[in-house]
């Protein structure tokens, strides 16, 4: 019985906007903390590491797909891009199929600063984040995050 009762407080559907909340926050908070300690000398925000792994991971991915992945408007996202690219660490190239389509990649000079610093970087923080949950429930959260992704990117 006690363990029954237990299982309805810990799926407690009203918590659920508070716990969103502050998954949010505290992964928003570390983000912040881990590239200021690891990538100070590059004055990174949280935004700039997702936008640059989110690039790199996609590469040719055009400004209006950025925006819609980070839920940004396209104005913030190509202000982004513009400051990215003064300081070396995207290309913009013009799509060979359309050419009124700007194709977003990684620079050849900052895919080294990707892959040995700031992925490192974001992962360390996602995978404390889920270092207490078996693999069993990473796979269960995938599952569940994935829709609420979807959701979250169709909402204006």
Avoid: C, W
């Avoid at 903390?33 to 990538?39: G, K, N, P, R, S």
């Avoid at 700007?102 to 895919?111: C, D, M, V, Y």
């Avoid at 974001?122 to 829709?147: C, D, I, N, T, Y």
């Amino acid at each position: 019985m006690l363990d029954e009762e237990k299982s309805r407080e810990e799926a407690d559907l009203d918590a659920l906007p508070e716990l969103l909340g502050n998954v949010q926050r505290h992964l928003r908070r570390l983000v912040q903390h881990t590239l200021h300690d690891q990538l100070g000398e590059f004055d990174f925000k949280p935004i700039d590491g997702v936008a640059l792994m989110t690039i790199g991971r996609r590469p040719g991915i055009s400004i209006t797909e950025l925006a819609a992945a980070l839920g940004l408007t396209q104005t913030s996202v190509s202000s982004m891009i513009k400051r990215y690219e003064r300081l070396g660490h995207v290309e913009r190239r013009v799509d060979e199929r359309d050419r009124r389509v700007i194709q977003l990649h990684i620079a050849p000079g900052a895919r080294e600063l990707m892959e040995s610093r700031v992925r490192p970087a974001l992962e360390s923080v996602f995978l404390r984040a889920v270092s207490g949950l078996s693999e069993a429930e990473k796979l269960q959260l995938v599952v569940a995050l994935r829709p609420l992704v979807k959701n979250l990117q169709e909402m204006k």
